[in-house]
């Protein structure tokens, strides 16, 4: 599909990778941009339609595509991290963070899967994460929450086919927003980010590795799981080292 004279809806548009998504959206020639958060009052960006939205409520979501019948891109991109490991860490916020991360896109997907049928098929982008392949200490309901949110994505991309909407995965290391402001490594830039993401839509890519970190976790898959964690463990501390 044609970004250009496309109708986006832009999940946590009020910051961070969603802003960018919605800024470059308009930049590349979008005819509308629904910007939606659960503070609506947070997004600043001219020129977008903005909504309020909590994807982990159905009824907000479902009043979402009520209010957006004409959408013809669904950009997934809102998503939570609460640094909680899966055996001794609060079971109320992994399940939160899985509410959010996969349910809360799936909810999105079902709502709006309808609409765009309606307007040709059009196209869902689902923000994932490297951490779809990996896990961490402090970082596995995350990773957990990734690793459902990438199986559930090939899973809708199989249904949705018929009626010909493209389901495109994007996967990426850490992005130049306040969820990695801890890290002291190289990022991506969010305006970067979305360019490859919109980029792959158009060419009708399924899965959109966005940066090196990205394509350097999916090359080690192969690898039985000892393997893998130690090459990880390595890649790591050189990241950290760099």
């Known amino acids: 599909m044609d970004i250009n004279n496309s109708v986006a809806l832009v999940t946590g548009a009020n910051r961070g990778l969603g802003r960018a998504f919605a800024q470059r ?47 013809s891109l669904l950009i997934n991109n809102a998503g939570i991290s609460t640094g909680t490991d899966l055996v001794t860490g609060s079971l109320d916020a992994v399940r939160h963070e899985l509410e959010t991360n996969m349910f809360g896109h799936l909810g999105m997907i079902r709502e709006f899967a309808p609409t765009l049928a309606r307007n040709g098929g059009g196209a869902i982008v689902n923000v994932l994460s490297a951490m779809s392949w ?15 949110a990438w199986a559930m994505t090939n899973g809708v991309r199989l249904e949705l086919a018929e009626q010909g909407t493209l389901v495109t995965a994007v996967h990426l290391g850490l992005a130049d927003t306040d969820m990695a402001a801890g890290w002291p490594v190289d990022k ?4 970067d980010l979305a360019d490859a993401a919109l980029d792959g839509v158009e060419a009708g890519s399924a899965e959109v590795l966005a940066d090196r970190w990205s394509r350097d976790v999916k090359s080690r898959l192969p690898l039985a799981p000892e393997e893998f964690n130690a090459a990880m463990d390595r890649a790591l501390a050189a990241l950290m080292a760099a």
């Open 188 to 191: 991506i830039a969010p305006s």
């Open 25 to 71: 959206l308009l930049e590349r020639g979008a005819r509308k941009v629904y910007a939606t958060a659960r503070r609506p009052e947070t997004v600043d960006l001219p020129g977008v339609e903005v909504l309020p939205l909590d994807i982990a409520d159905p009824a907000s979501v479902r009043a979402a595509a009520e209010a957006a019948p004409d959408v």
């Open 134 to 148: 990996f896990g961490g200490k402090g970082a596995n309901a995350y990773h957990l929450t990734k690793a459902a």
